[in-house]
């Protein structure tokens, strides 16, 4: 299986990378399938968002962290376990970067698979 946002959204953000100041994040939960073995993992993206329309995908400030793998498939319950600490995982993944997402101002919907 290719992997799959089974969470996503954007939110205003703070980072610079290769002397690029970056104003916002995809923030996602993603599933991928392998080999009968599941795996979730938080994946960020921070991009340059120099106006409302600007969501081009930057290949140079993004890092994940794997939450869980295991043999198995989707899980409805594993995925509401993950996303009640996706934040938390997220801005410790931020952290390590100097870079900080706002939470409180989301850049559109919430997306779930």
Avoid at 72 to 91: I, T, V
């Amino acid at each position: 299986m290719d992997p799959i946002d089974v969470y996503m959204q954007y939110f205003e953000a703070e980072c610079e990378a290769n002397g690029v100041p970056r104003r916002a994040v995809k923030a996602a939960l993603v599933a991928e399938s392998r080999d009968r073995r599941i795996k979730y993992y938080v994946s960020l993206s921070f991009f340059p968002h120099e106006d409302p329309e600007d969501f081009r995908v930057s290949y140079d400030a993004c890092w994940e962290t794997n939450l869980y793998e295991a043999p198995g498939r989707r899980s409805k319950k594993r995925e509401e376990e993950l996303l009640s600490s996706f934040r938390e995982k997220a801005d410790s993944i931020a952290s390590e970067h100097d870079a900080k997402i706002f939470w409180d101002r989301p850049l559109g919907e919430a997306r779930r698979a």
